[in-house]
């Protein structure tokens, strides 16, 4: 089973588009290691499969990766493949898997067939997803960080707490405020931005259950029980010190 | 009434759109520039077009569309990367080759520029 509050990202940055998701996932983390979860964070090089493997075995309740991928398969530093299709989907089994990556959540692809072979659910894009504009080529650019943070927004969710679902719906909003932000903003490439959110919007595909949550939050059960035990050792230890006293 | 409330909704859009074809009038494309035109000018192509913006909204059969995509794309060097995607980049030339021969993803694209044309329609219930 594996265990809550823990999350893998996987964060490639060999070239301008895995650089662009690179920048803008780590603003994310900062956010989600605020929540107290636990992210297992393979960056740049670590990006390989010997490191995703090894990590997978700590047994990680969800996985955000960026990178290069396909209908048949995802890939992290220099397009090393990290899961294919046919080949070892069962690594996700019991987990929630997002991939900010193209066309691995085309309809029979990989993201469908993770989540048929055990995965809670899958979050991922059916066709090319649109990551920035060579007219502002910089991962820092308002251009970038409109087409970036709509999929951030997935993960902010589910380190608060929420379902597949309700982080789509925020990720759409999240959407919908850059495109006004764009409509309102007199940019000479406006249009192309907003053409471009609203691709990257409409791409978005879920598998599996939707209503699943990523279990990237301590239940409240286990927040209880474990406040319970401190306390009673507290108590214990206040017990021994008096009668020692 | 019509008018102002086109007025109003063609100062809303983003200004590339203005000479963009978005309402099909008896198989005549006209821009957000060209119907307030006709509307202010009051003829008949302007009260069709108000009619049809009023009660069916935009236009979306698919040779609009691309067009549409088409005549924002001129504005780019048809062989520079515009677009940079996870899976490496794409030059105009590139999506207006897969629109034009609607393959699997030139359609995802015509569709988007549908979503679009719904997103600027919606943009009515505020005017």
């Known amino acids: ?245 | 009434m019509t008018v102002s409330r086109i007025e109003r909704w063609v100062s809303m859009l983003p200004r590339q759109e203005l000479d963009q074809p978005c309402v099909s009038v008896d198989g005549r494309w006209l821009t957000p520039k060209q119907m307030l035109s006709e509307a202010r000018a009051g003829t008949e192509l302007g009260r069709k077009a108000q009619a049809i913006w009023e009660r069916l909204g935009l236009g979306t059969d698919e040779e609009m569309l691309i067009e549409r995509i088409k005549h924002r794309l001129e504005r780019y060097s048809p062989d520079k990367p515009l677009f940079i995607t996870v899976a490496g980049v794409l030059t105009p030339r590139q999506m207006l080759a897969e629109v034009e021969a609607r393959s699997d993803i030139g359609r995802t694209w015509i569709q988007t520029e549908r979503s679009y044309l719904k997103y600027m329609d919606k943009l009515k219930e505020r005017v």
């Open chain 1, 1 to 245: 089973m594996p265990i809550s509050g823990t999350l893998l990202v996987i964060q490639p940055d060999f070239d301008v588009a895995t650089r662009f998701c690179s920048y803008w996932m780590e603003r994310t983390i900062e956010h989600i290691t605020e929540k107290r979860i636990r992210a297992d964070v393979l960056k740049g090089g670590n990006a390989n499969l010997e490191e995703f493997v090894s990590s997978i075995q700590k047994d990680p309740a969800a996985l955000w990766g960026a990178g290069h991928g396909n209908e048949e398969a995802y890939s992290g530093q220099n397009l090393v493949v990290l899961l294919r299709k046919g080949v070892n989907e069962e690594l996700m089994v019991g987990r929630v898997c997002h991939l900010l990556s193209c066309r691995t959540g085309a309809g029979g692809g990989l993201l469908e067939s993770v989540a048929e072979k055990g995965a809670v659910a899958c979050i991922g894009y059916a066709v090319d997803f649109i990551i920035g504009l060579a007219v502002e080529p910089y991962a820092e650019s308002k251009m970038t960080q409109s087409l970036c943070e709509p999929d951030c927004e997935i993960e902010k969710v589910f380190a608060d707490g929420g379902t597949c679902i309700e982080a789509l719906e925020a990720s759409d909003n999240k959407s919908e405020r850059w495109v006004e932000y764009w409509r309102g903003s007199g940019h000479p490439d406006a249009d192309l931005v907003i053409f471009s959110i609203i691709s990257n919007r409409d791409a978005k595909r879920v598998y599996g259950v939707p209503e699943a949550t990523s279990r990237l939050t301590v239940p409240p059960v286990r927040v209880a029980a474990l406040a319970a035990f401190w306390l009673g050792m507290f108590g214990v230890s206040v017990a021994l010190l008096r009668r020692g006293g």
